[in-house]
C-alpha cells in the first residue's frame, strides 16, 4: 500500500495522455476544416488580393493561419503563390510573419477554462453537422463539434497527468525547464514530431494549469514550439524550386531571429504578461500558480509574436535577400517531360485552394491546345514530318496534364466537401475531358492527314476564308485560356456569342471548298485528296470551337 502512494502507473498515464492528445489533434483538425470550408474562398481572395503592404500581407497571413491553424501549411500555400507569380518573395515574408500570429488563437482559446462547456460544444456541433440543410451551417457545426473535441481532449490529458503534480522525479524535471535553451530545445524537438505548435502551446498550458510549470518555463516551451513548427514547411520544400526552399528558410529566419533576440529576454517578457493578465491575489502557492500562468503563458505567447512581426516586418527586404543568399537558384536543367506546374499536393488539405490550383492547371493545359492550334494548320498543309510529330509530342503533354489532372482531383474527392466544392470539381473534370479530346482531334485526325499529304506528294492550297475561319477559332481559344486563367464571365459570354460568325465562316470555307472540288476536281486524284485533307480540317477545326463554346458554357454555368 505504501509503495501504491509514492509510484505512479506509468501505462496508464501515457494512455491517457496518448489518448487526450489525438482527440485534440483530431479536433483542431476538423475545427479547421469547418472554418477552412466555411471561409476557404475567402482565404483564397485574402491571399490573392494580397498588396505590396507589408502590413496589409501580415494581418492576411494571420487571418489565414487563424483558419487553418498552421502557419507551416500557410507557409507550403504562399510557395504556390510565389512560383505561379502573384506574389514576390518579399510579400511572402510578410504572410509568414502574420502566420506565427494566427497559430496564437487557439492558445487564447484554451487559457480560458471552458471545457465544462465541452460537451455542450460536441452536442451542438454535431446536430448542426449532421441534421442542417445549410452547408454554412454544417461547416460551422464541424468547427463547433472540432472545437469541443479539442477540449475533450485537453480534460482527458489533465484527468491523465493529475497524479504527476505529487510525484518527485517530474516535478523535478519540470523545474529544469527553467532553463530556457533546455526548453527551448525540448518544445522545438516535441512540436517537429507532433507537427503542431497549436498542440504544444496546449500542453504547456494544461502542465501550468496543474501548478507545475512556472510562467518562465511555459514561455521558453512556447518560443521552442515557434521554432519546431517550421520543421513540416521544410521537409515539404525538399526537391521544390529555390521558390519553395526560400519561403521555407524564411520561416526557420524569421522564429530563430526571434527566439535569439528573447532569449535573454524571457523574465522581461514574463513580466509584461503578469502586468497584461488577470491577477488571484487572493490564492497562494500552487492554487494561484494554476490559476494565473495559463492565460500568462497564452497572453506571452501573442505578445512575443505579435512583436517579433512589429520588429522585424521593416526588414521584409534584407530577409528575403538573405533566404536568396542561402538557397541560390539553381542551373537550369533540360526538361525531358512536361511536368505539372501547379498541382502541389499540400492544398488537398484545403478543397477551395486545391480547386484554385487545378483551375491554374487547366490554364497550363489549355495553353498546349492553343499552341497546338495555332501550328496545326500549316503542319498539316504544309509542314515537314519534323513538324507533324512536334506537333503529335504536344498531345503527350496534354495527356499527361489531363493524367495528372484527374489524378489530383480524385485524391481530392477523399476530402470533406462543400456542395459547391463538389460542383465545381465535376467542372474541372468535364473541362479537362474536353481540353484532352481537343488535342486528341489534332493529333489522331489532323498529324493523320499531314502524314498522308506527305506520303502522297501532294500540295494542298490555303484560301483566306479558311485562314479566316482558322483564325477565328484560335481567336476563341486564346480567349478561352484567359478566362479559364481569369474566371472572366463576360469572357466566356462573348466566346459562346461568337457562334453565329464562326459558323458562317465554316459555311463559307464548306460552300468554297466544294465549288472547288466541282469546278476542277473531278477525275483528279490529287485534288480529291487536297479536298479530303481540306474538309478534315475544317471538320476538326468545327469541332474544336465545340469544346471551347462548351467549356465556356460551364464556366457560366458555375457562375450561376
Not at 50 to 74: C, D, P
Not at 316 to 327: E, H, S, Y
Request: charged share 15%; hydrophobic share 50%; proline share 3%.
Amino acid at each position: 500500500m505504501l509503495l501504491a502512494t509514492t509510484t505512479i502507473n506509468a501505462l496508464e498515464i501515457s494512455i491517457g495522455l496518448l489518448g487526450g492528445l489525438a482527440l485534440f489533434l483530431y479536433g483542431m483538425h476538423k475545427m479547421s476544416d469547418g472554418l477552412k470550408a466555411a471561409a476557404g474562398e475567402g482565404m483564397k481572395l485574402l491571399l490573392a488580393r494580397l498588396t505590396n503592404n507589408r502590413f496589409a500581407a501580415a494581418l492576411t497571413g494571420a487571418a489565414v493561419t487563424a483558419v487553418i491553424q498552421s502557419s507551416s501549411v500557410t507557409t507550403v500555400l504562399v510557395v504556390g503563390f510565389v512560383s505561379a507569380g502573384l506574389m514576390s518573395l518579399q510579400q511572402s515574408v510578410g504572410v509568414i510573419m502574420g502566420s506565427n500570429i494566427g497559430t496564437t488563437i487557439t492558445a487564447q482559446i484554451i487559457a480560458f477554462k471552458v471545457t465544462k462547456y465541452a460537451w455542450l460544444m460536441v452536442a451542438a456541433g454535431f446536430a448542426s453537422w449532421s441534421f442542417s440543410r445549410s452547408s454554412t451551417l454544417r461547416d460551422y457545426g464541424a468547427m463547433l463539434l472540432g472545437l469541443g473535441l479539442l477540449f475533450l481532449g485537453m480534460d482527458q490529458m489533465s484527468v491523465a497527468t493529475y497524479p504527476l503534480r505529487s510525484y518527485e522525479p517530474f516535478i523535478d524535471l519540470m523545474g529544469r525547464m527553467d532553463n530556457p535553451l533546455l526548453a527551448i530545445l525540448l518544445g522545438a524537438a516535441f512540436t517537429a514530431l507532433v507537427q503542431s505548435s497549436s498542440a504544444t502551446t496546449g500542453i504547456v498550458i494544461l502542465l501550468a494549469s496543474q501548478g507545475v510549470l512556472s510562467l518562465e518555463a511555459g514561455i521558453a516551451l512556447a518560443i521552442g514550439a515557434n521554432i519546431g513548427t517550421c520543421f513540416t514547411a521544410v521537409i515539404s520544400s525538399f526537391g521544390k524550386s529555390a521558390d519553395a526552399r526560400r519561403a521555407a528558410i524564411v520561416h526557420v529566419l524569421f522564429n530563430v531571429i526571434g527566439a535569439l533576440l528573447w532569449f535573454f529576454l524571457i523574465g522581461y517578457l514574463a513580466d509584461i504578461a503578469r502586468a497584461i493578465s488577470p491577477s488571484f491575489a487572493d490564492l497562494e502557492g500552487t492554487a494561484r500558480l494554476a490559476a494565473e500562468t495559463p492565460r500568462q503563458i497564452a497572453n506571452a505567447n501573442t505578445f512575443f509574436n505579435v512583436a517579433n512581426t512589429l520588429l522585424l516586418i521593416w526588414f521584409t527586404g534584407p530577409i528575403a535577400n538573405l533566404a536568396i543568399r542561402l538557397i541560390p537558384e539553381r542551373p537550369p536543367q533540360e526538361v525531358k517531360q512536361i511536368e505539372p506546374k501547379y498541382l502541389a499536393p499540400e492544398y488537398l488539405q484545403t478543397p477551395a485552394l486545391a480547386l484554385d490550383r487545378v483551375r491554374l492547371e487547366l490554364g497550363h493545359m489549355s495553353s498546349l491546345v492553343v499552341e497546338m492550334l495555332r501550328l496545326a494548320p500549316r503542319a498539316v498543309l504544309h509542314g515537314t514530318a519534323y513538324e507533324l510529330r512536334a506537333l503529335a509530342n504536344l498531345d503527350d503533354d496534354v495527356d499527361l496534364l489531363h493524367a495528372a489532372i484527374l489524378n489530383y482531383l480524385g485524391k481530392l474527392q477523399r476530402q470533406e466537401l462543400t456542395a459547391d466544392d463538389a460542383g465545381q470539381l465535376q467542372t474541372h473534370i468535364i473541362t479537362a475531358n474536353y481540353l484532352e479530346n481537343c488535342g486528341d482531334l489534332i493529333e489522331t485526325n489532323l498529324v493523320t492527314q499531314g502524314n498522308r499529304r506527305i506520303a502522297l506528294r501532294i500540295k494542298v492550297p490555303q484560301t483566306k476564308a479558311e485562314t479566316e475561319f482558322e483564325r477565328a477559332v484560335l481567336e476563341a481559344m486564346e480567349s478561352l485560356v484567359k478566362a479559364i486563367g481569369s474566371g472572366d464571365q463576360e469572357l466566356a459570354a462573348d466566346i459562346i456569342a461568337r457562334r453565329p460568325h464562326i459558323d458562317r465562316l465554316a459555311d463559307d470555307v464548306g460552300d468554297l471548298l466544294a465549288a472547288e472540288l466541282a469546278m476542277g476536281g473531278e477525275g483528279n486524284e490529287d485534288s480529291l485528296q487536297a479536298f479530303r485533307i481540306q474538309a478534315d480540317l475544317l471538320g476538326v477545326m468545327k469541332r474544336l470551337y465545340h469544346n471551347t463554346r462548351r467549356i465556356a458554357e460551364l464556366l457560366l454555368d458555375k457562375s450561376e
